[in-house]
Each structure stands twice: as structure tokens, then as C-alpha cells.
């Protein structure tokens, strides 16, 4: 991702008039029952006028804690929060009228236009009718929306929303701005539009940020960075220094021939590896402190193996400070969390077959063309912005919606006239997990292995195998709404695994989970493809795509590119650039399209 024009580090602090956020020794405790549950320990941390800084932790750090007791919405147990010279307990009301919030879930009125939304956030905002032209033109320009001002809010995309979102929070220019994870589930094209327009206010309003995420390379973007782990915080400063304390334990690992998720998952078992993931053709490895690597034990049976000093990133230094606070919460299954029938099945049979597709919803084509094919075991990506046609084409190989024309075949089912018999034969786990947040954990199970038919000693059997494989078990008992984001995702995977399934639909399984939930959930798909089940995934975290065995690039309803990640990158590239991120390949694939569609 880009990154903003270098702005001064926050070394030090000479004048409290160049605070605008100072956070000391914050307590605050939730009540479950009978049960304390500690959300932040001691909180530090300071924010500079015209600076971006970033909160960065894993899921249940605390981070959305926090951002609600600056914008005065809860009170701490103890500790004091300044916001621009104001008590955001004491002075809650005098802080809301200075700052924007926008939350997780912005209150859009889904029934609204774009105009409509704006009108009704410049009533809340006391906003007067002379200033409002004048400022609803300027954000219409400045996100991009102009175009769109007529259109329901509930008709945008993902990424159109969060800029409404973000317009609406704008709607009188802040002192601070408060974004609590503002880019989780849109694509990377709108990730990054959303970065440059709150560069550009940084720039040109003076506007200081405030911004919580999940994304690591979003630490890019900002001045520094506070790092955030079970309600305390572990440092906070430039990302450059994060990543310059890792040089010397980062690498760059190429086996010409083997599959990188196999370098990968032969990595990570090493006993200095601290970390390993899949990157480009081959893998990426952080060792332990003081661990020297050993070509020989690395590549034992791979030939042509080669190890390079790679340059290091802030994600290095987040996982390795993670790490040595959490370990893993599992190491690869004893028994692979697939069927065994599975693995003598012939490895190239393709098992999904999409020939010349199309979906209409009346005079629109979501989809239109559309080709490909599966093969056992392998994984399989469908990238694509936001109203791509992705999703709709997912939904149409689960069998939730019937295809206008074409043929799609899934598990040797014709999915457009036996949808039930092809919904047997596989597992779905959905971006937003579809379990039921009133049933306890081992409730779900049940729910879910009865749907799937699995009755008696068999149901008994998978349902052990979920809570034992899943880690589940100690929270078999509890409603799964009150489970952390990883857990609830564990709990989604094993429901769409106890029946066996051949193939595994998942939706963005990953929206919204950590990097190291994020790199726990891949090491079982990794483990189940090697079984032998095939697995198709979307997503809109591009490091993810790299797992895939191909991919396929989606817009405006038809496929850019079809093939590797090394493939797809080689088809969006251009001279003089070798070096291209799957997210830059991405961007530029969808950029090319768009360019083709205006002057056609």
C-alpha cells in the first residue's frame, strides 16, 4: 500500500498543546454474571495534533473499549482521558461536539439516499443551511459519492457505505477524528481511496486521526503506532522502528518445483521458526531470537532450496511481540479435520465446473460468462471489489440461487437441477458465521450435525471431534454470541466440517479475525487441502490470496484474470515493475477494467 508524505515522529512531546489524545493508567471491567472481565490494564498512550496514530491489536484487545470511553460513551473505573484539553468523562458532551466517531457499524438509514443521510447527520451536528451546500459539495468531491447522491444507502457497496459513513462523521469538520476500524470487509481498492482521503484531510484540514484496525500494512499510513494486547499496551512508535529492531531474523524462502504452501507449512514446524507464511512463490520466515538457520535441517528433500535475508515489516514485530506473550492455541492436528475417504480420490479430478454462467436480476448481469474449474484438493480463490459478482457467484455454486444460464457442476451434481444433492456434499461457513448466538456452543454442534443428517453414534462422535480438534471444549457451555471473534470462527469451520464435506465454500471466513486467528484458521485449510478437500474462498485480504493454488479476478461480473498467484501478478504487471503485490496486481487489474468500461 501507498504510504502517506512523511510527517515529523512523535519522539517526544515538549508542550501539552500539541496533545490531542492523553490516555493515563486506564481501568475498565465488564460484568458477566458473577464473572470480571478485564477489557483495559493500566492504558498509556498519547496522540499529536496532525499526526495519524494507529491502535493495533489482536481480536478482544480492547481497542473498540477504548475508542468508546474517548468519544465519551463509557466511563472508566479509574485513569483519566484527555481530549483536546477536555475531560471525556467529566465533559462528555462538551468532547462530542469536537471530535467525529465513527464506529464499527455506522448508523446509516439503509432506506435513505446519500443526500438524505447527509441532511439527517447536518441536523444531528447542528449543522446551519448556509454551510451545508458548500461542505456537502466539498465531501461529495472529496469521497467520491458525487454521482451517487439519489441512491438508496442500502443499494451501495461495502466500500461506498464506509465512505458515506465517513462523510456523514464529516459532516462539520472535527479537531480529532475517531475511526474504529473503518476498512473491515471492504476491498483493497476502497481500502485504500479510504486511506487517501483521510490523508488528505490530515493534510489540508489539519485534522488529527485516531484509527484502530486489523490490517497490518495499514501501520503504513500512520505516525505511530500503539500496540495493544488483552487491555494493555504493550509500546507505542513510529512502525519504522518496530520494524527495524527485526533485522537480521526475517527471510525469504524459494523451492522451485514445490508448492508454497508446502514450504510454508514445512516451516512453521521447525523448532527456531517463530512464524512462516506463504508469500508469493514461496514462503516468508521470522525466527526466533538468537536462531541462526540451518539450510540443511530447513530443506532436507528440497533440492534447489534457497534462503534470503529479507527486508522486515511491521507485521514482523507485531507477530514476534505477540508471540512471545501468546503461544499458538494449537499445532497442526493429530488427524486431519477433513474425511480420510477423501485422500485416495485422484488429486487433478475437477470437482467444480463453471461453464459460461450468467445471473440476471432483471435487466442486470451480476454475472456474465463466466468460466472456470476446480480441481480435488485444491484451493481456489475468487477475489473481486465489492459488487464483482463474486458473491453472487458463490451463492450460485452453493445452490442458494439458481443461475439465469449456463452449466455449473458441483461434486459431479448439476447444481442448477439437483441443488439439494449438491448441498450435500459440501460444507459452508459465511462471512458472518450464520451460527446462532443464543445456543451454547455445544448446542450449535447439534443444531448443525442434525441438519447435515448425522444421527447416533456418529453424531456423538463428530461433535467430539469439533470440541477436541476446535479447542472448543472449555467453552462447550456458552452462548456463542459471548465467544471472542475467533472463537466463533473456530466454531463456524467445525460446524461446516462434521459431515465430511468433499468441498468447503468459505466466504471471507476470515473478515474481521486478527493475524494470528488469521494464520491458525490457513494452517487447517492447508491441512484439509492436503487431505484432499477442495476448498473455494473469498476474501479481501490479498497475503490470503497467496494461499490459493489459482485464482480468479473478478468485475463488473466476469473474470480479468484466471490462474497462479505468480500468474495473476505476472497478467497486472507492467514494465519496470517486477515486484508486484498481490494487492497491487489486484488494484491494477481493476483499475485496467475500470479504464477499458469508460471508454468503451
Not at 470480571?36 to 491489536?57: E, K, N, Q, Y
Not at 474517548?70 to 481530549?83: E, N, R, W, Y
Not at 514450504?263 to 538468537?290: C, F, H, K, S, Y
Not at 451454547?440 to 462422535?461: D, E, I, M, P
Request: glycine share 8%.
Amino acid at each position: 500500500m501507498t504510504t502517506n508524505a512523511p510527517r515529523p515522529a512523535l519522539d517526544s512531546v515538549s508542550s501539552l498543546d500539541d496533545v490531542v489524545l492523553d490516555v493515563q493508567d486506564v481501568h475498565k471491567r465488564f460484568h458477566a454474571g458473577k464473572r470480571a472481565i478485564p477489557a483495559l490494564r493500566g492504558a498509556r498512550l498519547r496522540a499529536r495534533r496532525g499526526h495519524v496514530t494507529g491502535l493495533i491489536g489482536p481480536d478482544g484487545a480492547g481497542k473498540t473499549t477504548l475508542m468508546r470511553m474517548i468519544a465519551g460513551l463509557l466511563v472508566p473505573d479509574s485513569g483519566t482521558i484527555q481530549v483536546l484539553g477536555r475531560d471525556a468523562t467529566r465533559d462528555s458532551l462538551a468532547v462530542q461536539a469536537v471530535i467525529g466517531y465513527m464506529p464499527q457499524r455506522f448508523g446509516l438509514y439503509e432506506d435513505l439516499t446519500v443526500m438524505e443521510n447527509f441532511e439527517l447527520h447536518a441536523d444531528l451536528r447542528g449543522v446551519s443551511r448556509s454551510e451545508r451546500a458548500q461542505r456537502f459539495h466539498d465531501l461529495m468531491h472529496l469521497t467520491g459519492l458525487g454521482p451517487f447522491t439519489t441512491r438508496l444507502a442500502g443499494r451501495l457497496s461495502g466500500g461506498m457505505k464506509q465512505k458515506l459513513g465517513l462523510a456523514c462523521t464529516l459532516v462539520r469538520t472535527p479537531e480529532l477524528l475517531l475511526l474504529d476500524e473503518p476498512t473491515v470487509g471492504v476491498d483493497p481498492q476502497s481500502r485504500r481511496e479510504l486511506w487517501a482521503i483521510v490523508d488528505r484531510m490530515v493534510r489540508e484540514s489539519a485534522v488529527s486521526v485516531f484509527v484502530s484496525t486489523l490490517y497490518l500494512d495499514e501501520a503504513a499510513h500512520c505516525d505511530q503506532v500503539v500496540i495493544i494486547h488483552e487491555g494493555e499496551v504493550l509500546g507505542q512508535d513510529a512502525p519504522h522502528v518496530y520494524s527495524d529492531a527485526m533485522r537480521g531474523r526475517v527471510w525469504s524462502v524459494q523451492a522451485p518445483g514445490v508448492k508454497p504452501r508446502a514450504i510454508q507449512a514445512r516451516l512453521a514446524r521447525q523448532e527456531g521458526v517463530l512464524d512462516a507464511v506463504v508469500l508469493g512463490d514461496g514462503a516468508r520466515l521470522i525466527g526466533r531470537p538468537g536462531w541462526t538457520p540451518e539450510p540443511r535441517t530447513l530443506f532436507e528433500h528440497l533440492e534447489r532450496a534457497t534462503l534470503t535475508p529479507a527486508e522486515p515489516r511491521f507485521e514482523d514485530a507485531f507477530i514476534d511481540l505477540l508471540r512471545t506473550r501468546v503461544q499458538p492455541s494449537e499445532e497442526s492436528p493429530d488427524q486431519p479435520p477433513g474425511s480420510p475417504a477423501h485422500r485416495d480420490q485422484p488429486a487433478a479430478k475437477a470437482v467444480i465446473n463453471v461453464e459460461n454462467v450468467e445471473r440476471k436480476f432483471g435487466d442486470f448481469y451480476a454475472v456474465k460468462g463466466v468460466t472456470f474449474q476446480v480441481d480435488r484438493g485444491e484451493v481456489f480463490g475468487l477475489l473481486g471489489a465489492n459488487g464483482a459478482g463474486k458473491s453472487t457467484t458463490f451463492r450460485m455454486l452453493c445452490g442458494l440461487l439458481p443461475a439465469t444460464a449456463g452449466r455449473l457442476r458441483v461434486a459431479g451434481v448439476d447444481a442448477r437441477k439437483a441443488a439439494a444433492a449438491a448441498r450435500a456434499r459440501l460444507g459452508y461457513m459465511s462471512q458472518k458465521f450464520s451460527l446462532y448466538g443464543y445456543l451454547s456452543v455445544r448446542q450449535n454442534l447439534n443444531f448443525f450435525s442434525s441438519a447435515y443428517g448425522l444421527a447416533g453414534a456418529k453424531r456423538a462422535t463428530r461433535i467430539a471431534w469439533a470440541l477436541d480438534q476446535f479447542q472448543l471444549a472449555p467453552h462447550a457451555d456458552a452462548p456463542s454470541a459471548d465467544l471472542a471473534l475467533g472463537y466463533k470462527q473456530r466454531l463456524a469451520l467445525a460446524c461446516a466440517l462434521l459431515h465430511e464435506p468433499e468441498i468447503l465454500f468459505l466466504d471471507e471466513p476470515t473478515s474481521g479475525v486478527d493475524p494470528i486467528a488469521r494464520r491458525e484458521f490457513w494452517q487447517r485449510i492447508n491441512t484439509l487441502a492436503e487431505q484432499g478437500v477442495t476448498v473455494l474462498v473469498t476474501t479481501h485480504f490479498m497475503e490470503e490470496a497467496e494461499y490459493c493454488d489459482r485464482l480468479a479476478v473478478m468485475a463488473a461480473g466476469e473474470i480479468l484474470a484466471l490462474g497462479s498467484p505468480a500468474e495473476v501478478k505476472r497478467m497486472a504487471g507492467a514494465p519496470g515493475s517486477p515486484d508486484l503485490t498481490m494487492e497491487d496486481a489486484f488494484i491494477r487489474l481493476i483499475e485496467h477494467s475500470q479504464a477499458a468500461g469508460a471508454s468503451a
